[in-house]
């Protein structure tokens, strides 16, 4: 009785541990990325605006891939600069310049998508909009860790 009790408590960890690992899998979840948020809901889009709402945003996310890791790579390496025994404030000012103009970089390419989003929908749909408008970010189903709902 006691093994059957055992194994029977075995299973059952072994059976929340899976359970665990498969809910945070990558998939098709809520997550950063391209998408059309929660803003965008009260526009009353077509299909036909959606379709090419996402394709202008995933085609900005991909072109921005290399620009995010790079800035990543420079944060990475400001903290360093950082870090070390004695600060050089020549290279930590440089640093910050070039992230500086990745950031920039960005932001230029964020109010380019949000104009190309803007000159797809009509008047009283952009009326709609809220101030920040649409763009890049959380809130809609893109690739990501999550629960898949």
């Known amino acids: 009785m006691r093994k059957t009790m055992v194994a029977i408590g075995v299973v059952g960890i072994m059976a ?11 998939g098709m979840g809520r997550g950063f990325g391209p998408g059309v948020g929660p803003g965008m809901a009260g526009a009353n889009l077509s299909a036909e605006q959606v379709a090419q709402i996402q394709k202008i945003q995933g085609d900005r996310y991909a072109e921005l891939a ?10 990475t390496e400001l903290r360093n600069l950082f870090r070390e025994p004695t600060l050089d404030q020549a290279k930590i000012a440089a640093k910050q310049k070039e992230l500086t103009a990745l950031q920039a970089q ?3 390419k964020a109010l380019a998508t949000r104009t190309a989003v803007a000159e797809i929908l009509t008047p009283e749909q952009r009326a709609q909009m809220p101030a920040y408008g649409p763009g890049m970010g959380r809130g809609g189903k893109g690739m990501g860790f999550g629960p898949r709902w």
């Open 16 to 26: 929340l541990t899976a359970a665990t690992a498969f809910a945070w899998g990558p």
């Open 106 to 108: 960005m932001q230029e």
């Open 66 to 75: 290399p620009v995010r890791t790079e800035l990543v790579t420079k944060r």
